[in-house]
């Protein structure tokens, strides 16, 4: 059965988190983990929505630090208290 983008999406954003602090995860890793995850029911396109969309939403951002990665938004210190 083919998932759907928010389906994709929630997957992903899961894998950002448990990832923070750890690993940067770069957008190939999340479309390779995915593959892996749902097999022929996710392509490329589907999971380049998915990313897009936690990107658009505020969920996720894209840093860069020799590489573009995707990452939980940081928080300022002062946004802590």
Known sequence: MAKTVEEIAE?????VKDATGMKKLKPTDLIKAMKELYGDDVDKKLCKEAIKQLVNSGTCVYTYFGGSFIELPHREGAAND
Not at 11 to 15: I, S
């Open 11 to 15: 997957a992903m954003f899961k894998m």
